[in-house]
C-alpha cells in the first residue's frame, strides 16, 4: 500500500464527483505496504482510495464483489462504495480503483487473547459465508507448483540445513496433498496476518486487504493466521492463545475429523508458503530489476516457524 501513483488534490475531487459525498477537505497517502497505491481521504468522513498497480481489470472484480458478499453476510469487511449509478469499480490514473469506508481501529501488532478469540469468531464467520459462494472461485498461484519451481531460486539464500529443511518439508506436503481428499474449502483470505485486520479495543472492526484470496482450504487460512498471531520470538505455538483462537474458532465452524487428522501438515504448508514467499522476494530483490520488492521480511522468522511445527511446537 505504498504510493507509487500520485494524485493531485483536483483530481481526487473529481473522482469523487462521482459519488455521494462533501467536498475533499484533506488527503494524504498511505506509506506502507508494497504492492498497492493507498490514500486517506477526508469528504465529510474518512475514506480509504485503493488504487490497483498489479492486478488488472480482469482480476480487481474478484475482489469487490468478494467484499460485497462478505460484508452483506455479516462478516467484518470494509464494503467498496456505489458511486451514483452503482458502479463500486472505477478507473483512475487508468488504473483499477475502489473507494471504502475508513474503518475505525489499528492492527494488534501485540495481541491479546481476547483478541485472538474475536479474530478467529470472524474467520469462522468468513469460512462459513463463503461455503455459500460456490459461483465464486480464484486459483491458488502459489501452492504446490509455485513453491516447487522456486526451490532451486531460493537455494543461495539458505545454509545446508536450510536447504534440507526446505526439500523435506516439500516432499512431506507434496505427499500429504497427493492423500488429502476433499477436505473444506471455499474463498479463503490467504495472507490474515495482524497488519491485515483492524480493531478498536478488543473489538474487531475489520478484515482487510483480501488481494491474496483464492480458493483453497478453510484450515490452511487458519493455519497460516494462527501461525502469525499464537508464535512466539521462537516460532513455537503458545497454548492459551492458540486455544483462544481455536476454540472461538470451531465455535463457529468445527475442524472436520479429515482436518484434525492432517492438522500438524496443515500447519507445516502454512508456514512454508510464508517461509518460501519471503525467499523469493529475498531472490527478487537480489536479481534486480524493476519488479524487485524494496522491502522484503525476514525469512528467518517462518524457518523457526516450520522447524517448531515439525516439532509439535
Known amino acids: 500500500m505504498s504510493v507509487y501513483t500520485p494524485i493531485t488534490a483536483d ?24 504492492e498497492n497505491t493507498t490514500y486517506f481521504l477526508t469528504a465529510g468522513r474518512e475514506w480509504v482510495l485503493q488504487i490497483f498497480e498489479e492486478q ?21 469487511v470494509a464494503i467498496p462504495v456505489a458511486d451514483r449509478t452503482g458502479k463500486r469499480l472505477h478507473l483512475l490514473k487508468n488504473k483499477p480503483a475502489v473507494l471504502f469506508p475508513k474503518l475505525v481501529g489499528r492492527a494488534p501488532m501485540t495481541p491479546n487473547d481476547r483478541q485472538r478469540a474475536a479474530l478467529g469468531t470472524a474467520v469462522g464467520q ?15 498461484h502459489r501452492w504446490r507448483q509455485w513453491w516447487e519451481g522456486n526451490r532451486d531460486r531460493v537455494q543461495p539464500f539458505l545454509d545446508d540445513a536450510g536447504r534440507a529443511l526446505l526439500d523435506q518439508q516439500i516432499a512431506d506436503t507434496a505427499a500429504w496433498l497427493d492423500s488429502a ?13 495482524r497488519d491485515n485486520s483492524l480493531f478498536d479495543g478488543d473489538e474487531i472492526a475489520g478484515i482487510i486487504d483480501f488481494y ?6 478453510f484450515a490452511f487460512d487458519l493455519a497460516v493466521t494462527l501461525n502469525d498471531w499464537c508464535s512466539n520470538a521462537e516460532g513455537e505455538l503458545i497454548a492459551g492463545a492458540r486455544d483462544a483462537m481455536m476454540d472461538a474458532y470451531q465455535a463457529i465452524r468445527p475442524l472436520t475429523p479429515a482436518e484434525l487428522a492432517c492438522w500438524d501438515l496443515i500447519l507445516q504448508t502454512a508456514a512454508l508458503r510464508f517461509w518460501m514467499l519471503r525467499l523469493v522476494a529475498l531472490a527478487r530483490r ?20 516450520l522447524r517448531a511445527r515439525r516439532a509439535g511446537r
Open 181 to 193: 481428499g476433499d477436505l473444506p474449502s471455499g474463498i479463503i483470505h490467504g495472507d490474515l496476518f
Open 56 to 76: 488488472g481489470f480482469d482480476e480487481v472484480p474478484f475482489f469487490v464483489e468478494l467484499n460485497k458478499r462478505l460484508g452483506d453476510a455479516s462478516v467484518p
Open 11 to 34: 483530481e481526487l475531487q473529481g473522482f469523487l464527483n462521482g459519488f455521494d459525498l462533501p467536498p475533499l477537505t484533506h488527503f494524504e497517502g498511505v506509506e506502507a505496504g508494497v
Open 286 to 305: 537480489a536479481e534486480g530489476g524493476p519488479d524487485a520488492p524494496p522491502h522484503v521480511k525476514d525469512p528467518k522468522a517462518f524457518e523457526l516457524i
Open 212 to 217: 491474496n484470496a483464492c480458493t483453497g482450504y
Open 126 to 140: 468468513m469460512h462459513n459465508a463463503s461455503q455459500s459462494m460456490p459461483d465464486m472461485t480464484k486459483d491458488n
